[in-house]
Every structure is written in C-alpha cells, then in structure tokens.
C-alpha cells in the first residue's frame, strides 16, 4: 500500500515559486513531526524542513526564508511552499516523518523540481 504521495513540482523559472503537497496515511501523520527531503543524483537525501505535531518549525539553512512548511491535520497532507527558487533547488522532493533516530517509513516515489531559465 502507497502510504506517503508526493505531488505538485515541475519546470519553474529562477524566482518563481510551487507548492508541493504530501498526502500520507493517518498512522503515519497524526502525533508525528514530518518533513520534506530532497535528493540530486549522486547524493544522498537531504532533510530541508520539519514540522512537528503542535505546528513548530525548522529549516535548513540552505531554505530559510524562502520554504515554508505547513500541515493539515484534517487531510493527512503536508505542504512545502517554495518560493524564490533557485536552480540548486532542482531535485526530486520527498515527504516522511521527521523524528531523529527512528526509522523512516516507506519512501515514495517523490516529485521532481526543476530551477532553469
């Protein structure tokens, strides 16, 4: 069973902006913080942003002030606002739970960001 659907990237222009949304099952969401990750070919995924249950936040340095991530506890779905997009954001984007040192779930098949003019 697919338990985490990424959707909502594609080919966007330096500056522009997309936001991705994340739909994951209810085990998964509900009293777990989430988060978005992002890898390039030849490199290992990278952990962007997370937001726990209560709604805080945390960025990477490489994303701050430009990403915001938000939850929906009604819809199991979390969203990355991406905005002033940079071409070294180009990456395939991935959701999962966000809690350190303890496994991550099933990844998906995640949704690719393309930065170009």
């Known amino acids: 069973q697919v338990q985490l659907v990424e959707s909502g990237g594609g080919l966007v222009q330096p500056g522009g902006s997309l936001r991705l949304s994340c739909a994951a099952s209810?085990?998964?969401?509900?009293?777990?913080?989430m988060g978005w990750y992002r890898q390039t070919p030849g490199n290992q995924r990278e952990w962007i942003a997370s937001?726990?249950?209560?709604?805080?936040?945390t960025y990477a340095d490489s994303v701050k002030g430009r990403f915001t991530i938000s939850r929906d506890g009604a819809k199991n779905t979390v969203y990355l606002q991406m905005n002033n997009l940079k071409p070294e954001d180009t990456a395939t984007y991935y959701c999962?739970?966000?809690?350190?040192?303890?496994?991550?779930?099933?990844w998906g098949q995640g949704t690719q960001v393309t930065v170009s003019s």
């Open positions: 209810g085990s998964i969401f509900r009293n777990n913080a």
């Open positions: 937001i726990s249950s209560g709604g805080s936040t």
């Open positions: 999962n739970t966000a809690i350190v040192h303890r496994a991550f779930e099933a």
